[in-house]
C-alpha cells in the first residue's frame, strides 16, 4: 500500500503574530504562524480588507516569531524559532512576493523540546540583539550586525544558561544604546528537586531576572534577580529614553506590575473585574495577550483576560518615574493568541478559537463614562474594582479572516445532491461553536441585482477611453435588442451612445484609439469619440455567426464558413483585409489573443470547427489567414479563450506563455499551452466541470487575465499568488458574464442570469472552501447521521460551565445582589433597567468551577439548518458517546443511545459513574422528531464509547467491554471483557469483528462469539499509540491518527485467525497465549506520516464523482487533507523520484529537514508528501528545467502529471 498525500485546506489557526514594515514601505504587514505555515498579511487601506500577501509551508513547527529592524533600516526582518533546532533569520521580497533566508544558525536537537531553545524569542528595540530561550535552562543571545555592503550579519551564539531554571515570558528592554537587556520570568525548582524524595516541597516563587548583554567583553552576565510578590505569566515592554520611562509590566494573577531595575519598589494595580460576573468568585484573573502602541506623542497597552476582555493601560509619570498605574476598560472581543496594534490605527485579533478579526480603533476610550481603576487605590477594597461591559464602543469590526479551526468532528456525504460532495463539519469552543457545511468554491458576494425588461443573451462592459480606470457603460444585448446602461451612482439608461439599439448585439467593446465597436448580424458599427459612426455591412443573403477582437483586431465568420478580418490603422480607420478564408467545416467559436506589450497585433486567431478540431490561423500580415497548427477535440467545441499566464521575467514562476482554454460541450476544459512564436499547441490539461456545454468568458481578477467557465457550475480559473486556481463558484448558474470595475467594485463581474443583471464580486481569492455556519450553545463533541431522513444527532456539552437551569437561578441571585448594591445610589427605575438588561443578556459563558458540566442533545436538519429537537440534560453530566439502532425485539423502532459522565473531573480523572441514556426517536410525516427518554442504566465507570451491533449494543464502560440488550426497565449486559488496557474510546464492527479503540493502546481486534456469548481480543498492535480517531478501510486493515499528529495504517495478515475453532491444539484457547503481554497476534504497520496537526477525523470516501476513494481527514488547526491510493508503478517511481529531488532543492524556510519532519515520531513509510511535490510549480525556471532533465521529462510534463495527480483524487 503505498498513498499520495495532499492538503486541501491549509491550517487556519493562528499561534503568533506579529506586524512590521516587511516589504520596505509605510504600509505595515503582519506575519502570522500558522503552525506549520507562514503568512503575510497586509490591509487594503481602500477596500479595508486584509488580504494575503504570500503563503509557505514550513515543514516544520513554527514556535515564534519576532519582526526587528537595524538601526537607521528601512525594513523589518523576521526571526523564526522552531522545531528545527535552529534560529533563521527571513526578509520578504516583495518582487518575488516570498520570503528569502538570510542566515540560518543551529544551537540544538530537533523538536518540540522543553530544554531546546525556540519557544521564547526577545529582541532589543534597536534591533542589536536576540534572546533565544528554551521553557528550561537553556538561553542563548545572537549579536545583528552590517558587514561593507550592508548585509544583515549574525554572530556566534552567546550563552546564557541557568539549571533548573523555568521560564515563563522573555521580553527585551527598551534602553536606548546602552548594553543590550533582557528580562525573564523564571522559577527555579532546584530546591523542589531536592526535597522530592522526602515529599516535603517549599512554596515556590518567582523571579523576575535581567540578564545584560556587554557589547565590549562579548558577553552576557545575570545583571539582577527579584523575587515576584505574585505569579506573572506575561512580560510587556516600556518604552524608555524620549518615548517613556522604560522599565516593564509584569501580568500576574489579579494584578499588573510595573517593575523597573533600580527603581525601587514595585507599582501594582489590581486587575478589574465584571460588575456582572457568572464566574465563581474565588477565580483569579489572568492577562492571556497583550500588545502595545507607540507613537511620536503617546503610548498606551492593551491587554486581554480570559473572558476576552480588553484593557487600556497607561502609565502616569514624573520626572521620568512612573508613579501610577491606571487600567480602564475598553472593549470585549474573542480570547485572542496574539494582539497587533498598526500605527494606522488598527488592531489585528488571532482568535485561539474562531474566525480571526481585525478592527479599527476609533476611540481612545477616554469617556468618562467607564471607570478608569489607579494603583493607588487601596487594593484590598475590592469591590470598587468593578466594571460594567457593554457592546463594541471604543473598535469597528472592519474585516474577517475564516478560521476552521478547531475542527471537532467531519463528516462527507452528498446531502445536497450536488454531484460533489459536502463537508459536515463540528467547530469551535463555547460561544463560538458551530455547526458548518463547507462546499467546494469561492464565495460570491452579490453586489446588485436588476430585472431585465426581457430575456438577454449577453453582457459588457466598456471605458469612455482605454485611459479610464474605470468601466462607463454596460451594454445588454438581448434576442432583438440592445439596452445601454450608464455607471455611476446610479445605473441609467443611455440613448445617445451611438449603439444600435433595434438589434441584437454579437460583441462589444472599445478600440485603442477610443473608439467603440458594435458587431451583429448585420455587420459592424464603428463609433469615433466625437460620436461620427461608419458601418460596414455583410453581402446579402449572409449574416454575421461568429465573432471575436481586442483592442485593434476583430475576426468575424459569416454565413459558408467564411472568415473576414479587420485590423485597426494608424489613422483610427477599421481596414478589411483583402483575402477572405473560407474554413473546411462550420465555425462554432473563435478567439484572440491579446496583444502582447510592444506589438500592435496579436498573431494568432483560435478558430474551433464542426469537425472537432481546433486550428490556429497566423494574422501576420505576410501570411495572414495562413493555417500554422492543428489539434483533434475529442468532442464538438462549444467556446474559446486565449490568456497570457504573465508576461513577467525569465525567474517568474510561471511561463511567459499564452494558453488557449477550450470549452467542450460534453462538460470538458481542456487548457492548452499556444507557443508565442510558432503557434504550436501542447502540454494540454483535461477537467471535467460538469454536465452541460462550457461557455468561456474573459476576466480580470487580482489585475491578472482570468477565465471563468460556465457548465453546471461557473468555474473560475485564476493566477493569485504565483498560483494557477481554479475553483468552482457557489452562485447560481450565470449565462453570460464579462468584467467590470467601477470605483465601488474594482474588480468586479457583471453578468445576466434568469432575465436579471447582476453585479458580483468574489472577494475571498485563493479560498478552496465557502462555509454555511449555524451557531450552537455548547462546545460540540460528536455527531451522527442517520442518512435516511437527512438528520444529524449532535452531542454538545462544556466542562465548567452551567447549564441553562443553572445560568438563570445564578443570575436570580446576582441580580438579588445588585439590586441591594445599587438601591442606595440609583432611582428604582435605573436599577429595574439594569436588573432586567443584565438578566437579558446571554453572551456569558460563565466558569461554574471543577467537575460542572453543561450538556444537550441536538436533532439538526443540514438542509433547511434548523433544529428538530433538543434535550437539556441535568446538571454535571457530561455527554462522551452516543449510537443510533435498532433492537432485535423491536426492530422497526430507531433508539438513540447516550454515553453520559457523572460528577467527572479530568485532572485527576474522576467520576461518580455513568449513565446510558436510550431514547425513543418518533419521527413525524413532516420531517420532524421527538425524542422521547425510554429508561436509563446506571455503570460504575465513564462510559467512553458504544455501538450498536448485530441488534445489541456494545459498549466501553471505562476499560470494560461490555454488550448490552434493551430491557423494559433499563439495558440489560449480556457480557464483557475486562482485558482493554486503560480507556475505550470508540469501536468500529465489521462482520463478528470489533475493533476496540483504546486511549494509549491503539487498536484491538475483539471477536465476537454470539453462541459462547464471549468477546474475545485475538490481535492488537505492536505500538501503543494515543487514539484520536479512527477508520476502517477493509475487513483487515484499519487506518488511525494520533494525539502526536500521526496518521497510520495497520493491516492483519492473512493467516491471522480470529475463529477458536481453527486452533490445532484443543488443549488452550489461541487467544490464552499472550504475545508482548498483549493479544497473540499482532497487526502489521503498512503507513505512517507526521501531518503537524492533531487529526480529529478520518474518514474513507470519494471527493470526485466517479473517483477512488480515499483516506479523507480534518485537525484541529482547521486544516484538511487527503491520502490517496498511488495505483501504478509508474506513478510511484515518478512520484518518489520528484519527492527526491524536491528535498533537496527546496529546503525548509525554518531550516527542517523534509524527510525528519514527515517522520516526526516514527519513520515515515509508503506515503509520498505531495505537498512537496507540489512546490515544483514555484520554483525557478532553471531547477524546474534541471530536475525535469534528471528524470527525461520535460517540465511541462512533470507539472501536468502532477496537476492531475490532484484532480484525480482530490477537489
Not at 84 to 95: A, F, N, Q, T
Request: glycine content about 6%; aromatic content about 10%; proline content about 4%.
Amino acid at each position: 500500500m503505498n498513498l499520495y498525500h495532499l492538503t486541501l485546506q491549509n491550517p487556519t489557526a493562528i499561534y503568533s503574530a506579529v506586524h512590521g514594515n516587511f516589504s520596505g514601505g509605510r504600509i505595515q504587514e503582519i506575519a502570522v504562524s500558522k503552525g506549520t505555515m507562514l503568512e503575510l498579511l497586509k490591509h487594503d487601506p481602500n477596500t479595508g480588507r486584509i488580504t494575503v500577501l504570500t503563503s509557505v509551508e514550513a515543514f516544520g513547527i513554527i514556535r515564534s516569531l519576532m519582526a526587528f529592524r537595524l538601526t537607521g533600516g528601512q525594513k523589518d526582518y523576521l526571526v523564526v524559532g522552531s522545531d528545527s533546532g535552529r534560529i533563521v533569520i527571513l526578509e520578504y521580497d516583495p518582487v518575488k512576493n516570498q520570503f528569502e533566508k538570510l542566515h540560518q544558525e543551529t544551537f540544538g536537537k530537533t523538536g518540540c523540546r522543553r530544554i531546546v531553545p525556540g519557544q521564547y524569542l526577545a529582541m532589543d528595540p534597536k534591533g542589536r540583539a536576540v534572546m533565544v530561550a528554551a521553557i528550561e535552562k537553556q538561553k542563548f543571545v545572537y549579536i545583528f550586525n552590517r558587514d561593507t555592503q550592508a548585509r544583515l550579519t549574525i554572530s556566534s551564539p552567546l550563552e546564557a544558561h541557568k539549571s533548573f531554571n523555568v521560564t515563563f515570558s522573555v521580553v527585551g528592554m527598551d534602553v536606548g544604546f546602552e548594553n543590550p537587556l533582557f528580562a525573564c520570568l523564571e522559577m527555579d525548582y532546584e530546591e523542589a528537586d531536592i526535597y522530592n524524595t522526602e515529599g516535603n516541597y517549599p512554596p515556590a516563587s518567582q523571579n523576575l531576572t535581567y540578564y545584560e548583554l556587554d557589547l565590549g567583553l562579548n558577553h552576557v552576565v545575570r545583571k539582577s534577580t527579584t523575587q515576584m510578590e505574585h505569579f506573572g505569566n506575561l512580560l510587556l515592554q516600556v518604552p524608555g529614553g524620549k518615548d517613556g520611562p522604560g522599565g516593564l509590566l509584569v501580568c500576574c494573577e489579579n494584578y499588573i506590575v510595573y517593575h523597573n531595575i533600580g527603581s525601587g519598589q514595585d507599582i501594582k494595580c489590581l486587575i478589574p473585574r465584571r460588575r456582572d460576573d457568572l464566574d465563581m468568585p474565588d477565580r483569579t484573573i489572568l492577562i492571556v495577550c497583550a500588545t502595545t502602541y507607540k507613537s511620536k506623542n503617546l503610548y498606551f497597552f492593551l491587554a486581554q483576560t480570559e473572558q476576552g476582555d480588553l484593557f487600556k493601560i497607561t502609565l502616569e509619570t514624573q520626572n521620568d518615574l512612573v508613579t501610577e498605574i491606571r487600567v480602564k476598560y475598553f472593549d470585549t472581543i474573542p480570547v485572542a493568541s496574539a494582539l497587533c496594534v498598526l500605527k494606522t490605527g488598527f488592531l489585528f485579533s488571532s482568535s485561539e478559537f474562531g474566525n480571526h478579526h481585525f478592527y479599527q480603533i476609533i476611540k481612545l476610550g477616554e469617556e468618562k463614562i467607564t471607570p478608569e481603576f489607579s494603583s493607588f487605590a487601596d487594593a484590598t477594597l475590592h469591590k470598587k474594582f468593578f466594571y460594567d461591559r457593554h457592546v463594541l464602543t471604543n473598535l469597528l469590526l472592519v474585516d474577517t479572516l475564516e478560521s476552521y479551526s478547531p475542527i471537532i468532528d467531519c463528516h462527507v456525504a452528498d446531502l445536497m445532491n450536488d454531484d460533489t460532495p459536502q463537508f459536515y463539519i463540528l467547530k469551535g469552543r463555547a460561544r463560538e461553536s458551530a455547526f458548518c457545511i463547507l462546499r467546494h468554491g469561492l464565495e460570491v458576494t452579490e453586489v446588485a441585482v436588476s430585472e431585465l425588461p426581457g430575456s438577454a443573451v449577453a453582457v459588457w462592459s466598456v471605458k469612455r477611453t482605454t485611459t479610464d480606470e474605470y468601466d462607463s457603460y454596460i451594454i445588454v444585448s438581448f434576442v432583438n435588442a440592445t439596452l445601454v446602461l450608464s455607471i455611476g451612482e446610479t445605473v441609467e439608461e443611455v440613448t445617445d451612445s451611438g449603439l444600435l439599439t433595434n438589434v441584437s448585439t454579437l460583441h462589444c467593446g472599445l478600440l485603442d484609439d477610443d473608439s467603440l465597436v458594435q458587431i451583429f448580424n448585420g455587420g459592424i458599427r464603428h463609433i469615433r469619440p466625437d460620436k461620427r459612426f461608419s458601418e460596414w455591412c455583410v453581402p446579402s443573403e449572409k449574416q454575421v455567426i461568429k465573432c471575436t477582437m481586442n483592442r485593434r483586431q476583430i475576426v468575424i465568420s459569416l454565413t459558408g464558413n467564411e472568415i473576414v478580418y479587420f485590423e485597426l490603422d494608424p489613422n483610427g480607420q477599421l481596414n478589411e483585409y483583402s483575402e477572405r478564408r473560407e474554413m473546411p467545416s462550420a465555425v462554432l467559436s473563435m478567439a484572440l489573443g491579446p496583444i502582447p506589450p510592444t506589438h500592435v497585433r496579436s498573431r494568432f486567431l483560435a478558430i474551433t470547427l464542426a469537425d472537432q478540431t481546433v486550428r490556429m490561423v497566423s494574422l501576420d500580415p505576410q501570411d495572414c489567414l495562413q493555417p500554422l497548427s492543428m489539434q483533434a477535440l475529442p468532442a464538438t467545441a462549444e467556446s474559446l479563450c486565449i490568456v497570457e499566464a504573465c508576461f513577467g521575467d525569465e525567474d517568474s514562476p510561471f511561463d511567459n506563455s499564452l494558453h488557449l482554454n477550450i470549452g467542450l460541450r460534453n462538460g470538458v476544459l481542456l487548457r492548452t499551452s499556444l507557443d508565442p512564436v510558432t503557434g504550436d499547441l501542447s502540454d494540454t490539461r483535461t477537467r471535467y466541470l460538469g454536465s452541460k456545454p462550457i461557455k468561456l468568458f474573459r476576466l480580470i481578477i487580482s489585475k491578472t487575465p482570468a477565465v471563468l467557465a460556465v457548465s453546471s457550475r461557473n468555474w473560475l480559473c485564476y493566477y493569485y499568488q504565483n498560483r494557477y486556481n481554479m475553483t468552482p463558484l457557489t452562485y447560481e448558474i450565470l449565462d453570460f458574464a464579462a468584467s467590470l470595475s467601477s470605483e465601488h467594485c474594482p474588480e468586479g463581474i457583471v453578468a445576466v442570469c434568469n432575465n436579471s443583471l447582476r453585479i458580483l464580486i468574489a472577494e475571498k481569492l485563493g479560498q478552496v472552501f465557502n462555509k454555511t455556519s449555524y451557531m450552537l450553545r455548547y462546545t460540540p463533541r460528536k455527531f451522527l447521521l442517520e442518512s435516511s431522513t437527512k438528520t444529524f444527532f449532535i452531542l454538545e456539552c462544556e466542562y465548567n460551565a452551567l447549564n441553562s437551569w443553572s445560568t438563570h437561578e445564578r443570575k436570580q441571585h446576582i441580580s438579588n445582589e445588585i439590586k441591594e448594591a445599587l438601591i442606595m445610589d440609583e432611582t428604582p427605575e435605573k436599577v429595574d433597567e439594569y436588573v432586567q438588561n443584565f438578566l437579558a443578556n446571554d453572551t456569558q459563558t460563565p466558569k461554574a468551577g471543577v467537575g460542572t458540566w453543561a450538556s444537550l442533545l441536538r436533532a439538526f436538519d443540514p438542509i433547511r439548518l434548523e433544529t428538530l429537537d433538543i434535550y437539556e440534560f441535568p446538571q454535571n453530566e457530561g455527554l462522551h458517546c452516543m449510537t443510533l439502532g435498532r433492537f432485535v425485539n423491536r426492530i422497526t423502532d430507531f433508539f438513540l443511545i447516550v454515553g453520559v459522565s457523572t460528577g467527572l473531573i479530568l485532572n485527576p480523572r474522576v467520576s461518580t459513574g455513568g449513565i446510558f441514556y436510550t431514547f425513543f426517536i418518533q419521527f413525524y410525516p413532516d420531517g420532524s422528531l421527538k425524542f422521547h427518554v425510554m429508561h436509563k442504566t446506571y455503570v460504575d465507570e465513564v462510559p467512553g464509547a458504544v455501538l450498536s451491533f448485530q441488534g445489541k449494543v456494545v459498549a466501553g464502560v471505562g476499560h470494560l467491554l461490555c454488550v448490552y440488550d434493551l430491557g423494559k426497565q433499563k439495558l440489560l449486559k449480556k457480557c464483557e471483557n475486562k482485558r482493554i488496557p486503560s480507556l475505550i474510546t470508540n469501536i468500529i464492527s465489521i462482520g463478528h469483528r470489533l475493533i476496540v479503540f483504546d486511549a494509549q493502546e491503539s487498536f484491538h481486534f475483539v471477536k465476537y462469539k454470539p453462541f459462547e456469548n464471549q468477546l474475545v481480543i485475538f490481535a492488537d498492535d505492536v505500538t501503543p499509540r494515543w487514539l484520536t480517531t479512527g477508520c476502517l478501510l477493509d475487513y483487515s486493515t484499519m487506518a488511525g491518527a494520533d494525539k502526536f499528529g500521526n496518521i497510520f495504517g495497520i493491516r492483519l495478515d492473512s493467516d491471522v485467525k480470529d475463529d477458536i475453532d481453527e486452533d490445532p491444539t484443543g488443549i488452550r484457547s489461541l487467544w490464552d497465549r499472550g504475545l508482548l503481554n498483549g493479544a497473540p497476534q499482532k497487526a502489521e504497520l503498512m503507513f505512517n506520516v507526521h501531518i503537524g496537526a492533531t487529526a480529529n477525523s478520518l474518514q474513507k470516501c470519494s471527493l470526485v464523482p466517479g473517483g477512488t476513494e480515499i483516506l479523507f481527514y480534518t485537525t484541529l488547526s482547521g486544516s484538511i487533507g487527503v491520502l490517496a491510493p498511488i495505483t501504478t508503478k509508474e506513478d510511484l517511481d515518478f512520484l518518489h523520484h520528484i519527492e527526491l529531488y524536491l528535498r533537496q532543492e527546496l529546503p525548509s524556510p525554518v531550516g527542517r529537514d523534509h524527510l525528519a519532519y514527515r517522520s516526526y515520531y516514527f519513520p515515515l513509510k509508503s506515503v509520498i508528501d505531495g505537498d512537496t511535490c507540489e512546490q515544483f510549480n514555484y520554483l525557478e525556471r532553471s531547477k524546474r528545467i534541471r530536475i525535469a532533465d534528471e528524470l527525461d521529462r520535460t517540465p511541462q510534463e512533470l507539472s501536468k502529471k502532477l496537476e492531475d495527480m490532484r484532480t484525480k483524487y482530490a477537489l
